[in-house]
């Protein structure tokens, strides 16, 4: 039972690029939307979140897009560093729901 | 900056022994979680806490685990009869209120043999 579901499992971004991670969801009823970053040997790391009233959110070098009518979010890293390398997770939850449903990440490598 | 802190970090157990997984969530948090990863997959939610019960739990989180707060900072999980496919990283998690942000441990690896 995928309802989240993230196709790339690795990404190689040259330093300084666009770092462009894709997610797609299929539960309707999902409307809170985070990402979450994860290095090895340690616990995921919230980065950034959007509510399904919002098309956009960013913060700093992280912008979300939530495309609600396509079920897709994706994240933006620009510019992309060394550090940003590392699995990417997004996780989606309902209303009245705290369980976050995880997908199944993408590794994001930055080429220096 | 506070932070949710799990031990041990690694614990290896043999098939059928039980095991106690423990977390210090953040202190001003209520609502405590325990999700885990398998190898290679995503991560699994198990089990959300609030008020001193379970408020939900997933179809994994069967009759062999349990989650306590036996006093006012500790939550643990406790499998009874470990299995072969137990083995995973366990992340305990907490969040101040009902929806936002949830704050992670660095997980405890588990290995049944």
């Known amino acids: 039972d995928q309802q989240v579901k993230q196709n790339s499992p690795s990404l190689s971004v040259q330093e300084g690029r666009i770092s462009i991670l894709n997610c797609d969801y299929t539960n309707s009823m999902f409307d809170y939307f985070l990402w979450y970053k994860k290095y090895p040997a340690e616990g995921p790391t919230f980065l950034i979140s959007i509510s399904s009233i919002k098309d956009k959110n960013e913060d700093g070098r992280f912008t979300v897009f939530l495309n609600k009518s396509a079920k897709h979010l994706s994240l933006h890293i620009v510019p992309s560093q060394p550090g940003d390398s590392a699995v990417y997770f997004c996780a989606a939850s309902s209303f009245g729901n705290e369980k976050l449903t995880f997908g199944t990440g993408t590794r994001l490598t930055i080429i220096p | 900056e506070p932070e949710v802190t799990q031990t041990p970090s690694h614990q290896v157990t043999q098939m059928g022994q039980e095991v106690i997984l423990r977390c210090v969530p953040i202190s001003n948090h209520l609502y405590f979680y325990w999700y885990r990863q398998i190898l290679g997959q995503k991560v699994e939610f198990l089990v959300s806490?609030?008020?001193?019960?379970?408020?939900?739990k997933s179809e994994i989180f069967d009759d062999q685990f349990s989650v306590e707060r036996p006093d006012g900072s500790n939550f643990t999980l406790k499998i009874r009869s470990t299995k072969l496919e137990d083995s995973a990283m366990y992340f305990c998690?907490?969040?101040?209120?009902?929806?936002?942000?949830?704050?992670f441990g660095e997980g405890s690896r588990l290995t049944v043999l």
């Open positions: 806490f609030y008020n001193n019960e379970i408020s939900e």
């Open positions: 998690a907490s969040r101040e209120g009902f929806t936002g942000e949830l704050f």
